[in-house]
C-alpha cells in the first residue's frame, strides 16, 4: 500500500488572485492598509495565525485572529473561488495515481470553513480518498500528526508515502513525518527557497509527478 499527500494552494489549485482579493477586501473592510501582492503571496501555506503573521506583522494575536475570523473568512466563503483553477496536469496525474493504487490525501493549512467552498466549486471531481484542513489547530502543518494517522489508518509504511507541495511547511511536514517531500515549483515558492528547508525532489510540471511518484 502506498499514499501520495498533496498540498492545496499552490499545488493542486491556483488560489493565489482570489487569496489576494479576499485578504484586500478584508483589510480595506476593517480600516486596515491593502497589502501588495508580494506580500500576500509569501504568507500563502502558513496556516491561519502564521498567514496573518506574514502579512500583518506583529500585531497582537487576538487582533490577527479577529481580521480573519470576522472578515477574511466570511469573505472567502461567498467569493473566494472566482479566480481559482485547478492547475493543468494535476487532475490526470491524480487519476493515473490512483489508477496505480495510491491512497490520496489533500492535506491543507486551511481551515474547514475556508476550504468548504472549494470542496463544493472544484475538489469533488478529483479522486481524493482523504481531505483533511488542519488550518488553526495543533495539528497545521509542520505537525506530522496527520500524516500519522492516516498511514496507520491504511498501513502504509514511510517509505512509501510522499508529500507533494509547494511551500516549506510541505517540505517540513514530510521531514518531520520521515516520508519523501517532492517539491513543486509551480507554486508560491522558489527553489531556493524550499532547498533552504531540505527539499531535494524538484518537479516544473504536473505530469513530472508520474515519474518522481514510484
Known sequence: MKAVFFDLDGTVLDTEQDIYDCMNEALAQLGYQTKDHKTIKSAIGNDALGFMRVIMGNLPEQELMNIWSSAYEPIVKRKGVVKTKIFDGVKE???????RGYILVLYTNKTQNELDPFVDKLLKDLPFDHIIAVGGTSRAKPSPEPVYEI?????????????????????????NARIIPVAVLWGCRTKEQLSLVGAKSFVERPLQLLEVIQ
Not at 496525474?93 to 489508477?99: M, Q, R, Y
Open 93 to 99: 496525474v491524480l487519476l493515473a495515481l490512483k489508477d
Open 151 to 175: 498511514l496507520s489508518k491504511f498501513g502504509v509504511k514511510k517509505e512509501n508515502a510522499y508529500l507533494v507541495g509547494d511551500g516549506e511547511t510541505d517540505v517540513l511536514t514530510a521531514l
